[in-house]
């Protein structure tokens, strides 16, 4: 049981560069989310999703898209990378979006 | 107002000391509470839910106070590996988990 995963584990970007950062989850889980931590400003909800084909935007949503088009996986795309997206991102599962929440490992971004 | 706010600290306690964190949240309709623990580097995990009775899981105690919108974790015999950063999370209108910025505790010997 692999729990949350997130791939890859560090990216260096260029400005302008788009990509595509892959989180999956083997618990058939429904609730999925991505947040992005910075020094001093904690986890910031970025989007989530109650159920496949289902997503809403969190808090700071703007130079992100997503998609779920299974229950397993959730990942984020980076539009067009600028320098303020540099963070540590981590993808969460849970059964409910009250419940508890399940890390993967992050995705340590840095756009040059 | 910040919908979930906690003292940033540090705190630096000896080995076998008490120590207490506080946290407010803004919205009086959540509904569930969480404190998680976060290593430097590492994604966040589940310490434990905060009930209305308050809860025990061995040195670790959760208090809840609706009435204060108030959440406090009790750290008894701190230990070396206590040494962490602690998340006040609350969730928000029955959708996303709001996470507090964290306190940072430092054990030392």
């Known amino acids: 049981n692999a729990g949350v995963t997130q791939t890859p584990k560090f990216q260096v970007l260029k400005t302008g560069q788009s990509m595509t950062l892959q989180c999956a989850q083997d618990m058939n889980h429904e609730y999925m989310s991505w947040y992005r931590q910075d020094p001093g400003m904690g986890l910031r909800l970025i989007h989530y999703s109650v159920g496949a084909g289902i997503t809403d935007q969190g808090e700071v949503p703007n130079g992100y898209n997503v998609s779920r088009s299974t229950t397993e996986d959730f990942p984020l795309r980076l539009l067009s990378a600028a320098p303020s997206q540099t963070s540590v991102y981590f993808c969460?599962?849970?059964?409910?979006?009250?419940?508890?929440?399940?890390f993967g490992p992050g995705t340590r971004l840095t756009v040059l | 107002r910040k919908e979930v706010e906690q003292d940033p600290g540090p705190f630096n306690v000896p080995e076998g000391a008490t120590v207490a964190f506080n946290c407010t949240y803004s919205?009086?309709?959540?509904?569930?509470f969480f404190w998680y623990r976060q290593d430097c580097r590492k994604e966040p995990k589940l310490l434990m839910s905060v009930y209305s009775s308050g809860n025990e899981d061995g040195r670790f105690t959760a208090q809840l106070n609706r009435a204060s919108q108030y959440i406090s974790l009790l750290i008894r015999d701190s230990k070396l590996s206590d040494s962490a950063t602690y998340l006040c999370v609350v969730n928000q209108a029955g959708t996303a988990l709001i996470f507090g910025k964290g306190t940072t505790l430092s054990v030392s010997s």
């Open positions: 919205n009086s309709a959540s509904q569930s």
């Open positions: 969460a599962s849970s059964y409910i979006a009250r419940d508890t929440q399940y």
